[in-house]
């Protein structure tokens, strides 16, 4: 056993045997444990039961100021602005801060979607401006201040009055009127670890979708219903040339076999040309290398001349046509070699 | 008497900023019901603000402008602690003023 594989089933069994501290030890020489003042740091995140909300309150009036001055200027004086990012505020009923569901998002009468219309837990609202904002300065606001914000967000929401002082002792009474508090659903298989019903958060990891195929009365074969009359084929001349050119449906050629093939022939030259052949070869002429006409006076009668003429090309070479080498041409896909090759063969008309 | 507006007025260098969100439907009276019933026209036809007895904007609505319009002005004069009367009246003959302070 390599000692990189003997370091690695180390670090497997002192994951899984040892505490977490033993298993930092294995990382001889790398890095170190982090320090409790840095995991404090780094571990801030506010959780919907409140766990890791820090102590402090601020009020609307103070969260007035400190929007004034720092949010303002992106999310408007009353969260209103739909310029940088989607208003804050607005979109709800007293309705449904009874309900605990915005109608709106359901009914379709809202004109725009706010983060309070769409926020569940107003944990979250406070984590994320702790957590990031202002956008300039993210973390720089002390807890206070982002309980004054808040504060002055909620009464913005016409979720509490003016004179409100948010808190850390009345936060869990705030999240009791939000307008959206019963519009999260965790009944879906993205949710991590146990279902709901054994003590986790969504539902075991089953999938929203079930993606079954459907085998039953397949159709045995594809059967065209209606098609252009003759008359009228020609009335938008070609119809291929007027559609997208990506994607599985094309028009259908209108203007009948001769046109098909002219444009067919057309396209194929664009590829050459796109491909860099037509850079050293000429359709009927010498150019670096020999004419595509010369090509197919040296390869006619020989059965297996495009399949080595598409290894050619792929390959590159050197000495059949003299002493200048042809590149590889590794680059271009098999389908459009073939059809090159095929072009080249059939006259390269 | 409708739901009240939401006034911020601040000065700076002599100059006062007013910001106003009106709370109003703003029915433009061309829209129809799930039934295909006509909305009626429900919208403010007149904004006036004032600093103090004096009219600083003067303005006619109509159908055209968004629910709940957010409106911002300036103008010169003003000192902080003045009050700044914002009123409005609709179609249907309602009415609403409110006031805030200069800060």
Redo the contacts between chains.
């Keep these: 056993m390599s000692r990189f594989s003997k370091s690695i089933l180390a670090v497997a069994l002192g994951m899984s045997v040892f505490s977490s501290a033993s298993a930092v030890d294995n990382f001889h020489g790398v890095g170190r444990q982090a320090t409790p003042a840095e995991v404090k740091a780094w571990d801030i995140d506010v959780r919907p039961d409140f766990k890791g909300l820090p102590k402090g309150k601020g009020n609307v009036e103070r969260g ?1 100021e400190l929007f ?1 001055e720092k949010c303002a200027s992106c999310h ?3 969260g ?1 602005s739909n310029e940088v990012f989607t208003p804050l505020a ?1 979109g709800t009923t007293k309705d449904d801060i009874k309900t605990g569901r915005v109608k709106g998002l359901s009914s379709g009468e809202l ?1 725009q979607r706010t983060t309070f219309t769409k926020v569940a837990t107003i944990s979250t609202v406070f984590d994320y401006i702790q957590r990031a904002m202002p956008w300039t300065a993210p973390k720089s606001l002390k807890p206070d201040e982002v309980y004054a914000i808040l504060a002055y967000l909620l009464n ?1 929401q016409e979720i509490v009055p003016a004179d409100f002082e948010l808190s850390d002792k009345n936060i869990a009474d705030v999240q009791k009127l939000l307008p959206n508090r019963n519009g999260m659903t965790t009944d879906h298989g993205l949710w991590p670890g146990a279902s709901a019903k054994k003590g986790g958060i969504g539902n075991g990891g089953v999938p929203d979708v079930k993606n079954v195929a459907c085998m039953k009365n397949c159709k045995p074969e594809v059967q065209i219903g209606s098609t252009l009359p003759d008359y009228a084929r020609t009335a938008h001349g070609e119809l291929a040339d007027q559609n997208r050119n990506f994607g599985p449906v094309r028009g259908t050629r209108t203007l009948g076999p001769e046109a098909a093939k002219k444009a067919a022939d057309a396209s194929t030259l664009d590829l050459a040309t796109k491909s860099g052949c037509m850079a050293c070869h000429g359709v009927k002429n010498k150019i670096v290398g020999p004419g595509f006409n010369e090509v197919v006076a040296r390869y006619q009668g020989q059965p297996d001349a495009e399949s080595r003429l598409i290894a050619k090309v792929k390959a590159g070479g050197q000495g059949v046509w003299g002493s200048i080498p042809m590149p590889p041409n590794a680059h271009i896909k098999d389908d459009d070699l073939k059809t090159l090759v095929q072009w080249i063969l059939a006259g390269s008309k | 008497m409708g739901n009240p507006m ?1 006034i ?1 007025a ?1 000065n700076k260098d002599g100059v006062t900023e007013v ?1 106003v ?1 009106v709370s109003h439907e703003m029915e433009t009276g061309q829209r129809k019901d799930a039934n295909g019933a006509i909305v009626p026209a429900w919208f403010i036809t007149e904004l006036v603000a004032k600093h103090g007895d004096k009219t600083v904007l003067s303005s006619e609505f109509g159908p055209s402008v968004s ?2 319009p ?1 409106l911002a002005f300036k103008f010169k004069g003003g000192a902080k602690g003045d009050k700044i009367t914002v009123s409005w009246k609709d179609n249907k003959g309602d009415s609403r003023s409110d006031e805030a302070t200069i800060g």
Aim: aromatic share 12%.
């Design positions: 007035n004034e408007g004086s009353f209103e607005g004109p913005l | 939401k911020r601040a910001k969100l629910k709940n957010y």
